[in-house]
Antibody
Framework: EVQLLESGGGLVQPGGSLRLSCAASGLTFSSYAMSWARQAPGKGLEWVSSITGNGDRTYYADAVKGRFTISRDNSKNTLFLQMNSLRAEDTALYYC????????WGQGTLVTVSS | DVVMTQSPLSLPVTLGQPASISCRSSQSLVHSDGNTYLYWFQQRPGQSPRRLIYKVSNRESGVPDRFSGSGSGTDFTLNITRVEAEDIGVYYCMQGTHWPPATFGQGTKVEI
């Protein structure tokens, strides 16, 4: 059974940084692209970023390009999202998901950007 | 970016009765490889999204057969033959053909 467990969320001031992690199990992690998506409070779903299985290519939504960096450690079955220059509009529940088609989702980790 | 438009945004339902959600894209979702990367997700209250349908009409493992997806080009539909209480929640369509970015519809809230 595929399991994705996000961590690293919290309260951060505007302009600050956070690093999210997603621990994956129940799959051959390096064989799959992985993604991050987010959901602002009371709002819909938004794709944020994806990375290929071996990490050689990364993709970003325009809203986060230049501020967020996706990466992975296939030896530890872990996906990361480094978030810098955070803004109030980045406040959301951040989900880790398997593949670019988002076939499995984690439970999410909440990021709140506020002074 | 491809804009996905769902209707209705709110869908009152009666248990045991059918329900239908429409999703339209601003351009054709037929990929150059011949596939159409249109997905449907269900998000129950307080839960993470769950993918129900991939490539227009293929049900994920474990998804009840009362759910079905159809459509082509720019017009797609999610049908529920007989709504059950556990089907209450928000449903989203998403396109992966013109990727990146993946883009979602606004969501349709299915409620009693």
């Amino acid at each position: 059974e595929v399991q994705l467990l996000e961590s690293g969320g919290g309260l951060v001031q505007p302009g600050g940084s956070l690093r999210l992690s997603c621990a994956a199990s129940g799959l051959t992690f390096s064989s799959y692209a992985m993604s991050w998506a987010r959901q602002a409070p009371g709002k819909g779903l938004e794709w944020v970023s994806s990375i290929t299985g071996n990490g050689d290519r990364t993709y970003y939504a325009d809203a986060v390009k230049g501020r967020f960096t996706i990466s992975r450690d296939n030896s530890k079955n872990t996906l990361f999202l480094q978030m810098n220059s955070l803004r109030a509009e980045d406040t959301a529940l951040y989900y880790c998901a398997k593949t670019t088609g988002l076939d499995y989702w984690g439970q999410g980790t909440l990021v709140t950007v506020s002074s | 970016d491809v804009v996905m438009t769902q209707s209705p945004l709110s869908l009152p339902v009666t248990l045991g009765q059918p329900a239908s959600i429409s999703c339209r894209s601003s351009q054709s979702l037929v990929h150059s490889d011949g596939n159409t990367y249109l997905y449907w997700f269900q998000q129950r209250p307080g839960q993470s999204p769950r993918r129900l349908i991939y490539k227009v009409s293929n049900r994920e493992s474990g998804v009840p057969d009362r759910f079905s997806g159809s459509g082509s080009g720019t017009d797609f539909t999610l049908n529920i033959t007989r709504v059950e209480a556990e089907d209450i929640g928000v449903y989203y369509c998403m396109q992966g053909t013109h990727w990146p970015p993946a883009t979602f519809g606004q969501g349709t809230k299915v409620e009693i």
